[in-house]
């Protein structure tokens, strides 16, 4: 699906602005590692996005995983590469989407393959040793780089070019594949994941448009009124510390509820829980516990295809 691990440059001093090369094709980024045989029996598929992948990308690369896992029942798992800017969010929407409990891993790479000490071959070996370990089985949608395991609901980018970019801050991580190539787990997710949850992408045929509102000093509800005007049918507030706002917010959000749009209260913060305290259940507000507001705009686009019972996506909240 693109990114870094597709992109070539030159020279090889240049890490970053390095598109002005060929991209390469899935198959030409595993022909680079020829060791992969040792491993895993391969094949290839070309995925083209335009640009950034959506959430519609998201839902047609979960069908076609559950379509090879359906007619191909052989197959250990499914490595998918895809560019680090948004992975953090495929792998959640793969998370949610995919029907099976073998193993799906995405990974990329911080450095392209023509840049010196780049990720990109080491990342691919490393997913590729995660997708086909028995061990793997029923974690969910994965995301392997830096040699670490990753749970897709917890995991994000925390930073614009190192190759130790993504953690899961205070979840922590779920194993390693180290040196020795052995698949270590010391952990497993214990919210509901892909054969566990109820979306089922082939009765999936729109994704419901939901706005991502920040706090910032400022604010003053003028982009959430924008957005419950302008037809968004859900929100996702960001707000200070455990979702709190300047003046004026709080009257933006009801007038959304107004509306008939469904609004999740978040925190930019990064990490801890968003209590759904008396006033949200008053004001019937979803509050996202300890999902970060990507990954809030991500399963309310989901809960969305299904319902817009508050109650009933605060369950969903919840559960996964």
């Known amino acids: 699906m693109g990114g870094t691990i597709a992109s070539t440059g030159s020279p090889r001093l240049v890490f970053a602005g390095y598109g002005g090369g060929p991209r390469l094709t899935i198959q030409q980024i595993v022909d ?3 060791e992969l045989k040792d491993f895993a029996q391969i094949k290839t ?11 519609m990308d998201s839902l047609k690369v979960a069908r076609r995983i559950n379509q090879i896992f359906r007619d191909q029942p052989d197959t250990a798992g499914v490595v998918v590469t895809h560019g680090t800017a948004i992975m953090e969010e495929t792998a959640y929407f793969l998370n949610l989407l995919v029907k099976s409990d073998k193993p799906v891993v995405i990974t990329g ?3 392209p393959p023509s840049a010196m000490g780049t990720d990109a071959d080491n990342n691919l070996l490393c997913a590729t040793l995660v997708a086909a370990s028995p061990e793997s089985r029923n974690k969910g949608c994965l995301l392997v780089l830096n040699d670490t395991i990753q749970a897709a609901r917890e995991v994000t ?7 130790d970019t993504f953690a899961s801050r205070e979840i922590g991580l779920l194993g390693y594949c180290d040196s020795d190539l052995r698949i270590v787990y010391y952990r497993s997710p214990t919210k509901k994941h892909t054969h566990q949850t109820e979306f089922d992408p082939d009765k999936i045929d729109r994704i419901p448009r939901v706005e991502l509102v920040f706090c910032a000093p400022g ?3 003028r982009l959430i009124r924008l957005a419950a005007d302008d037809g968004a049918e859900g929100i996702v507030w960001a707000g200070a510390g455990a979702g709190d706002g300047p003046p004026g ?6 007038y959304a509820r107004s509306k008939g749009v469904v609004v999740v209260v978040a925190t930019r913060g990064g990490s801890g829980r968003v209590i759904r305290l008396k006033g949200y259940i ?3 507000l979803v509050a996202a516990d300890n999902l970060i507001p990507q990954k809030a705009v991500a399963l309310l686009m989901l809960a969305l295809t299904r319902t817009k019972d508050v109650e009933e996506i605060q369950r969903m909240f919840e559960m996964y």
Do not use: L, N, W
């Not at 598929?45 to 959506?54: A, V």
């Not at 917010?249 to 009801?254: C, F, L, N, S, T």
């Open 32 to 34: 680079r590692v020829p």
């Open 45 to 55: 598929e070309q995925y083209d996005t335009k640009g950034f992948p959506s959430p």
């Open 109 to 111: 790479a911080m450095r």
């Open 157 to 163: 980018k925390q930073d614009s070019y190192r190759i």
């Open 219 to 221: 604010s003053d509800g």
């Open 249 to 254: 917010v709080a009257e933006a959000i009801d």
């Open 282 to 284: 008053e004001r019937t």
